[in-house]
T-cell receptor, first 113, second 114 residues
Framework: GENVEQHPSTLSVQEGDSAVIKCTYS??????FPWYKQELGKGPQLIID?????GEKKDQRIAVTLNKTAKHFSLHITETQPEDSAVYFC????????????FGGGTRLMVKP | DVKVTQSSRYLVKRTGEKVFLECVQD?????MFWYRQDPGLGLRLIYF???????EKGDIPEGYSVSREKKERFSLILESASTNQTSMYLC?????????????FGAGSRLTVL
């Protein structure tokens, strides 16, 4: 089955700096790659996703890039703010419908004011 | 606003007890899921359901069962709780075929088995 590895497990940045979280996946048939943010005491929430027919997607301060050949995708957060502090999960799926997601191990991002 | 509600936020149970975790969604979603969240392991799928009375095993179903008697409700059952089932449990739902594919999670149920 699919295996998703996520790095780093923890990341500490200064407010205003950029943060990058990287994931690799094993199944070349995977075609949908969402990113979830989990704030303290809450369930994960979708923040951005990308499908295999595009290489990059941006939404304000966050962007995701996908390299299908290398089977890796990354989350980029620019101009980080304290409210970006959370646990971030990447995931991959073959069914293009958000079902049957395989998640990475998570990254705890801490943005220091 | 789309909502998935997990009735118990914190539970403490003893080894061997039967445990019920309840999840209700108010979005008329067809598909519902139970995940287990452990540090460093991310979210792992326990069971999912595509329809009422229908269930499918996920990646780690051992020691768990589920029940979906109504479309909006999906229950996770630990027949005989063990200490290695101490974890955070997350319920989620999604529209299903042809719908918006945003997996929506509940806030989680933290279970401690003593």
């Amino acid at each position: 089955g699919e295996n998703v590895e996520q790095h780093p497990s923890t990341l500490s940045v200064q407010e205003g700096d950029s943060a990058v979280i990287k994931c690799t996946y094993s199944d070349s048939a995977s075609n949908y790659f969402p990113w979830y943010k989990q704030e303290l005491g809450k369930g994960p929430q979708l923040i951005i996703d990308i499908r295999s027919n595009v290489g990059e997607k941006k939404d304000q301060r966050i962007a995701v890039t996908l390299n299908k050949t290398a089977k890796h995708f990354s989350l980029h957060i620019t101009e980080t703010q304290p409210e970006d502090s959370a646990v971030y999960f990447c995931a991959a799926s073959k069914d293009n419908a958000g079902n049957m997601l395989t998640f990475g191990g998570g990254t705890r991002l801490m943005v220091k004011p | 606003d789309v909502k998935v509600t997990q009735s118990s936020r914190y539970l403490v149970k003893r080894t061997g007890e039967k445990v019920f975790l309840e999840c209700v969604q108010d979005m008329d979603h067809e598909n519902m899921f139970w995940y287990r969240q452990d540090p460093g392991l991310g979210l792992r799928l326990i069971y999912f359901s595509y329809d009422v009375k229908m269930k499918e095993k996920g990646d780690i179903p051992e020691g768990y069962s589920v029940s979906r008697e109504k479309k909006e409700r999906f229950s996770l059952i630990l027949e005989s709780a063990s200490t290695n089932q101490t974890s955070m449990y997350l319920c989620a739902s999604i529209q299903g075929a042809g719908g918006a594919n945003v997996l929506t999670f509940g806030a989680g149920s933290r279970l401690t088995v003593l």
